[in-house]
């Protein structure tokens, strides 16, 4: 909550800095609107949309929001195929500042709000254990509310087409992020050296992570044949891509 009331204190002073420079639209001059569309966010599993409204020269307010597409993705593990499946929601809303002369065209500084869930599952086959080997089901669940800083560029090509670079975007979040590793393999039930080893591969993994491995809270189950992992708190971030739009 702290990091929200920060963000939104930040945008007041964007606003009346901005206020002073720009003080009000330019008389007859044409207020704009665009929808765009982020091609490379099918890659996370969404289809990316996103709206600006000009409502002053320099300044604009912009919306988004990621619309789950499930996306699969091939990949190896210890030289084993494996198949994992993503889909991600999102919202944000942003307030921009354009530091050129021209309307919605140039460099701009963009403060946001975001909010974000993601959802992963796949198969990890073969894992050794204490005499044994087992497959993991793996299932994944992420949700973060924070906000953020972009540096970016736009361009307008024939006035109507929007080319709108995220060249540095930089956000923290309020996160949370459980994971569950279930032995679908086995019919033997674990037993304390089992359970010891599963949790020990994990925290292995886990405590590799920067920032924030240490504070990952890691639990194996011997009676489910599970181990789980819960991360809550803040969470680093980066946002950048390209959209291409409709000016109208």
């Not at 599993?45 to 000009?54: Q, T, V």
């Amino acid at each position: 909550m702290k990091k929200i009331l920060l963000a939104l204190l930040l945008f007041g002073c964007v606003s009346l800095a901005s206020a002073q420079e720009d003080k009000e639209k330019t008389p007859g001059l044409k207020s704009f609107a665009a929808v765009k569309w982020n091609p490379t966010s099918l890659m996370a599993g969404k289809l990316s949309l996103f709206g600006e409204y000009n409502f002053k020269n320099k300044r604009s307010v912009t919306v988004g929001i990621g619309i789950p597409v499930e996306k699969t993705f091939n990949f190896d593990i210890d030289e084993k195929d494996s198949e994992l499946k993503t889909k991600t929601t999102s919202a944000m809303v942003g307030y921009r500042l354009y530091m050129g002369k021209k309307t919605m065209s140039g460099f701009y500084f963009e403060p946001y709000l975001k909010y974000t869930k993601n959802e992963m599952g796949t198969v990890l086959k073969d894992v050794q254990l204490e005499g044994q080997t087992a497959d993991f089901l793996l299932t994944s669940k992420y949700s973060g509310v924070g906000g953020g800083f972009q540096l970016g560029a736009q361009a307008i090509i024939a006035k109507r087409v929007t080319l709108d670079f995220l060249i540095l975007g930089l956000e923290g979040s309020s996160a949370k992020h459980t994971m569950e590793l279930k032995d679908i393999k086995s019919s033997i039930p674990w037993d304390m050296l089992d359970e010891q080893k599963a949790e020990q591969e994990i925290k292995d993994i886990t405590n590799d992570i920067p920032l924030i491995g240490k504070k990952i809270e890691v639990d194996a189950n011997m009676s489910n044949k599970t181990v789980t992992t819960e991360y809550k708190g803040f969470l680093p971030g980066y946002r950048g891509g390209i959209t291409i739009g409709f000016r109208f």
